[in-house]
């Protein structure tokens, strides 16, 4: 069974800085895994945010995060970590760490129960 455990949430004033951490275990990796961490915000479909290839480390971004929040991946832990920067009120969502292979986006890909992230003015 995949297991996708988030963590790091919580609360912060706008320009303040968190640390997501997802742990994942009983998956079997390849090089066309991919990592990547959703976001939903209340009254608003979910959104990718930002995603890394295992094979290669290559990141995307959405540009609303980009210059601000970073990802990042220990394979050998089986960890991603999301670090975001400059937190803007807007931010405000519940943030979910995903598995699989289209970054988060199709149905076959695994998600985690979510971390909440609160920026306030």
């Known amino acids: 069974e995949v297991q996708l455990v988030e963590s790091g949430g919580g609360s912060v004033q706008a320009g303040g800085s968190l640390r997501l951490s997802c742990a994942a275990s009983g998956f079997t990796f390849d090089d066309g895994t991919t990592m990547a961490w959703l976001r939903q915000a209340p009254g608003k479909e979910r959104e990718g945010v930002s995603c890394i290839s295992r094979a290669d480390g290559s990141t995307t971004y959405a540009d609303f995060v980009k210059g601000r929040f970073t990802i990042s991946a220990d394979n050998a832990k089986n960890m991603v970590y999301l670090q975001m920067n400059s937190l803007k009120p807007e931010d405000t969502a519940v943030y979910y760490c995903?598995?699989?292979?289209?970054?988060?986006?199709?149905?076959?890909?695994?998600r985690g129960q979510g971390t909440q992230v609160t920026v306030s003015s």
């Open positions: 995903a598995l699989g292979y289209t970054c988060g986006m199709g149905p076959s890909d695994n």
